[in-house]
């Protein structure tokens, strides 16, 4: 299906096999990764993605039919994950077979950026504490290495 | 039928409440869903900013305004700013 929400595992293959299958000169897949992130002293491990599941397929499926259009694009797919998706894993396909390859990058870029703001769909960290070395404390009178600001 | 509309809360707006569900009590007359926000907004401090920046759909369908009325055994969704990707 060009339209898929599910908690199995997404490959690029499988995506690609469904866009070479349609005829077109140009073939673009888009495929986003869950990465690391070690901001707010935490490591993120995986990402929780939850979904309004009724309008976020009718939302999918209006993006699928503006692509068809605007792009002539003869086939598309728009694949998302659900629950837990660990780092590294991918967490989101987007790609389309038009007959020119601007084509085919626009509507790719299009299908992705109107994903990720106009689909219900959220996603929560899920990390483990990072841990850090301890506080060397300073001696008193002695400046430590590194300390104050650079000139 | 029961006499109340089932509030479904995702993300930000869940973790705020607590549930991901609250049933709400509809007075005879219906339930605008600018009172149900309002009420909501009264009831979970906490709710008050993810509210003011979230969409709200009716049976699954957005709001055009809050002007319309809600009638017991509606669905009524709070969707924070998405963040699929």
Known sequence: MAVRLTRRPLTLAEAERRLRARPGGAVVVFAGRVRRDRRRGSSVVALEYEVDRVPALARLRALERAARRRFGASELVLWHRLGRVRVGEVAVVVGATCPHRVEAFDAARYLIDELKTTVPIWKEERGRPVRRPPRRRARPGVRSAGSGRAP | ?85
């Open chain 2, 1 to 85: 039928m029961p006499r109340s509309v089932r509030v479904r809360l995702f993300a930000t707006a869940r973790l705020a409440v607590g549930r991901a569900v609250l049933p709400w009590p509809v007075p005879e007359h219906g339930l605008r869903a600018r009172e149900l926000v309002a009420a909501l907004e009264q009831a979970y401090p906490r709710l008050a900013p993810t509210l003011r920046g979230s969409r709200f759909l009716r049976n699954d369908r957005y709001l055009r305004d809050l002007d319309e009325t809600l009638r017991p055994g509606d669905e009524f969704a709070v969707h924070p700013p998405y963040g699929g990707g």
